[in-house]
């Protein structure tokens, strides 16, 4: 193991002896997920762990990776396993793959009873009966009563609190989500309140990283696209907002025109008609006000409009929910000078992190993914702010 | 993306606090651990002009929105599904006058009671017949046709004036302060030997008394009296005594 990495397995409770290098795994946390997610690779070259049950669901894995009295502690439960081949005749030997989830993932219970009262208010009750220690949740507007039915709490969490939850701004869709911290909490925030907190955590990239001791160099960093909808919001149809998921909440909308890459429209949902045609009856009016949170939850997926993969040396402090502050150097006037360029650095919310052990180099790093949104909606719009913009 | 489904619930409350026809369901299983009062209430899945209100107890089909389970609506009907289609029911069960109910007329409500509404789309052919079978009946025509199987009345709202008819007590009953029949001729058969015609009695006599004639002659028209016959005046205080008596005409 690389000096000053401790790495701790604890298998079904009791510590495991695993060598670091016969060991890959990464673990993952994200503002879209409630239950950190991870992978694990071991190397069984004899197939005695899998004759000693690793191949079990639900077989509780602990993980404990602390670098420099900086600790990221995984408590998970194998979910899946896969083990493609054998690497030795006559023994089903070979990496056993396993897919870990939060152990809380667990104590789900798919109960069939009802909850009352605000989404925050009811959520926080789910964190701690599904085990989270902690819960941070940002007050919900609205109270009513929901009935889980059957589902898993995440499940009830994402598909039916969730769409309808909203804080009292009501400018940006509210996040539910477990991270990887050692507190085990559950955060419930808007990804408004969520970017304006104050940056935890700088980072820089510049061919001369050593220019601000108080920041943390990144290794690379590198435009993310994936689930971007760019193209869809520089085209000047309707299209590029998912009718599918709109449908039920809207019966119009316009394209505005924001100050998104020279002033290209953007479809984008204003306030007009923001009534469902099932939605007529006297007794079901105080629902209407659930119907913006629906709205502002459709748009999600265009939350952010600019995205960036940062790989960091292994950094337990960059977690979903945190604010980083990029410094990002473009070359100067002169050889040797570096400027700071004023279009990447700024204030980024960390929309998801990956943190990965890899046994072949005894090493760690890091992986986030920050967003940040570019546009000045236009007026009247439900995504209001300019928020992390510079 | 809000859809919706059906599903079977049932009525755990009819009395609905805001008086809009809803009921309190509980959808099984999904809502076997819910406590009774935050079971949700559902509206009626009816037309504006409809109201009835299914009894505790019943089982119903709800129509949920989903995926949020918000907003619940409930067909005013026992599924059909769970027993037989009904119209092969009421078509054995309706006996008005002439009519044949040929599928698929009428369009018909039947009521957990046994009774029903029904309508010949095609005819226009509409009634209500009571589960005692007792049923108002318009033909294609518009002619009317009631029946009754106990009793029948029609009265203002003190009593006052009244017909009844009622087949236990074997009697028709006709009250007023003045009851007036305009006609050439009035029958009336009471039992079948007597076919009586009755003449006005007392309005001719009253006629008489307030016309002096003196006549020695038998009637209203002969001459004036003479001498010291007695004026038939000296009769009226036997006049509102007279009442028409049948008599036998052959």
Known sequence: ?390 | MVDTIFRVASVISDIDPDKLGRIQVRVLPEMKDVKDDELPWAMPLALDTEHRVPKIGEQLYVYIETPFWSNFWYVNETPWSKTKYPFAKMKAELKVADYVPEYPQPSFVSYPSGSYDFEDEITGAMGFMHKSGTYVYFDKDGKLDIMYTKSFKIHDKDNKYLVTMDTDADEMVISGKNITITADKVKVKAGGDFVALFTPLAKILKKLLTHIHISPGPGPTGPALEGSQTPLSALSADIDLIKSTVMKTD
């Open chain 1, 1 to 390: 193991m690389s000096e000053g990495y401790k790495l701790v397995f604890k298998i079904n409770g009791s510590e495991a002896d695993l060598p670091p290098g016969a060991v890959n795994f990464s673990l993952r946390d994200s503002i879209w997920g409630i239950f950190p997610t991870g992978d694990l690779v071991l190397n069984d070259p004899s197939g005695l762990l899998k004759e000693n049950g690793f191949m079990t669901d639900g077989l509780p894995v602990d993980i404990d990776l602390n670098f420099d009295g900086k600790l990221i502690s995984s408590e998970t439960v194998v979910k899946d396993f896969e083990s493609r081949s054998n690497t030795a005749v006559g023994m089903m030997s070979g990496d056993l793959a396993m897919k870990l989830i939060s152990k809380n993932y667990l104590a789900q219970t798919g109960g069939t009873g009802a909850f009352s009262g605000t989404i925050s208010d009811v959520i926080t009750k789910i964190g701690k009966n599904i085990g989270f220690s902690k819960t941070d949740m940002e007050a919900t507007v609205g109270k009513k009563i929901w009935y889980q039915r059957g589902l898993l709490e995440g499940d009830f969490i994402e598909d039916v609190l969730l769409p309808n939850a909203m804080t009292g701004e009501a400018t940006t869709p509210y996040c539910v989500f477990g991270t990887l911290d050692k507190d085990k909490t559950l955060f419930g925030k808007s990804v408004a309140t969520l970017s304006k907190s104050a940056p935890s955590l700088k980072i820089m990239f510049s061919p001369r990283p050593n220019m601000d001791p108080a920041s943390y160099n990144a290794i690379d960093i590198v435009p993310f696209t994936q689930g971007l909808s760019r193209m869809d919001l520089l085209k000047n149809t309707a299209s590029g907002v998912s009718l599918e998921d709109l449908s039920e909440v809207v019966t119009d909308f316009a394209i505005g025109k924001g100050k998104f890459l020279g002033g290209s429209k953007l479809p984008i949902l204003t306030k007009k008609a923001p009534v469902s045609t099932l939605y007529t009856g006297q007794a079901i009016k105080e629902d209407l006000k659930f119907l913006t949170a629906r709205q502002i939850w459709a748009l999600r997926t265009y939350i952010f409009t600019e995205r960036l993969k940062i790989t960091l040396p292994f950094n337990p402090g960059a977690l979903s929910g945190k604010v980083i502050d990029l410094s990002y150097t473009v070359p100067g006037k002169t050889d040797n000078e570096y400027a700071k360029g004023l279009y990447y650095s700024g204030s980024w919310l960390v929309e998801g992190s990956a943190h990965h052990w890899i046994g072949a180099g005894k090493r760690a790093f890091s992986e986030i993914v920050v967003g940040r949104k570019m546009i000045t909606p236009p007026e009247g719009s439900l995504l209001k702010g300019n928020y992390l913009a510079e």
